[in-house]
């Protein structure tokens, strides 16, 4: 948490201190919104289910859009969350590393953001000892921020911008035979700067659905967030998921489709793979113990 604070800090006090040479005309919009950027500008951020998670978690993917208007992108993907000595706090870096464009004015090349949360479990049923904790859902807090990292703002492709949002996630698992249903729903705030002395300030919302078997997994998620400008600033967003369980690799087809205010198709395909560092490190400890 102190670490994002800061680096949030770093990144913005700056900006927020410029002194415009024009005073901006607050009663209309900037334009500086999804539905005019590249996709990866700042895209609705993926959904927690209420869990953070339990093991070390490196993610690598390709991604591929086409937009409504003809446009074409590709990039690589990367993400790590680190369970902060606990299974119930996590650190998570995401970011598309680097990405490739074909659109109406040109082509060209260029990194994205970087994008840092604090995922903390705030609700488990797990820590109650009564006959019907079953019942109770898990719920988590996700603090997280967007660096001004990316580049080709003048194609419009990412803000030249930092970011920040929160979200409360809360979900519920339904056990079946050979089977597991869970459903998941989160809100929160998001923001960005858009100029010299405003910034937009967004309701995120989502609702997820998910299959999972010991050998895959199936899920669905709906989820947007809504700007106070009303031009362009609300997308929302409807993905499809399809992922393999084996022996801590997990790979992974997944769809999205933007519904209002992100005009593109998305394809990723990647690879997740999953690492227990707290049982490996606790093993450890147990040894030197015993040893001494």
């Keep these: 948490?102190?670490?994002?604070?800061?680096?949030?800090?770093?990144?913005?006090?700056?900006?927020?201190?410029?002194?415009?040479?024009?005073?901006?005309?607050?009663?209309?919009?900037?334009?500086?919104?999804?539905?005019?950027?590249?996709p990866n500008a700042f895209p609705v951020p993926d959904m927690l289910d209420g869990l953070t998670q339990r093991e070390l978690h490196l993610e690598l993917a390709g991604d591929g859009y086409w937009g409504h208007d003809g446009s074409r992108t590709a990039d690589i993907f990367a993400r790590v969350h680190v369970p902060l000595f606990t299974r119930w706090a996590?650190?998570?870096?995401?970011?598309?590393?680097?990405?490739?464009?074909?659109?109406?004015?040109?082509?060209?090349?260029?990194?994205?953001?970087?994008?840092?949360?604090?995922?903390?479990?705030?609700?488990?049923?797990?820590?109650f000892k009564t006959p019907n904790a079953k019942y109770i859902p898990q719920m988590t807090l996700r603090l997280g921020m967007k660096t001004a990292s990316g580049e080709q703002f003048h194609r419009r492709r990412h803000y030249d911008c930092p970011g920040y949002f929160f979200d409360l996630s809360i979900g519920q698992s339904i056990p079946l035979k050979h089977l597991t249903l869970r459903f998941a729903g989160s809100a929160g705030f998001l923001c960005w700067q858009t100029d010299n002395g405003r910034q937009n300030d967004?309701?995120?919302?989502?609702?997820?659905?998910?299959?999972?078997?010991?050998?895959?997994?199936?899920?669905?998620?709906?989820?947007?967030?809504?700007?106070?400008?009303?031009?362009?600033?609300?997308?929302?967003t409807i993905k499809a998921r399809v992922a393999a369980h084996v022996k801590g690799f997990e790979p992974y087809v997944q769809y999205q489709y933007g519904i209002h205010d992100y005009p593109f198709h998305q394809l990723r395909i990647g690879l997740v793979y999953h690492i227990d560092i707290l049982g490996r490190f606790a093993k450890r400890a147990k040894t030197a113990k015993a040893e001494s």
């Design 90 to 127: 996590n650190l998570s870096i995401w970011m598309p590393v680097f990405g490739w464009y074909d659109q109406y004015d040109g082509k060209g090349q260029g990194a994205g953001d970087v994008y840092l949360s604090t995922d903390v479990q705030v609700l488990h049923n797990e820590w």
């Design 202 to 236: 967004a309701f995120m919302y989502g609702l997820q659905a998910k299959l999972r078997h010991e050998y895959f997994s199936v899920q669905a998620t709906w989820g947007g967030y809504v700007g106070w400008e009303h031009y362009g600033d609300a997308p929302m």
């Design 1 to 38: 948490m102190s670490v994002l604070c800061i680096l949030y800090s770093v990144l913005c006090v700056p900006l927020f201190a410029l002194t415009p040479t024009e005073k901006p005309d607050l009663s209309q919009p900037t334009g500086i919104a999804p539905a005019f950027f590249g």
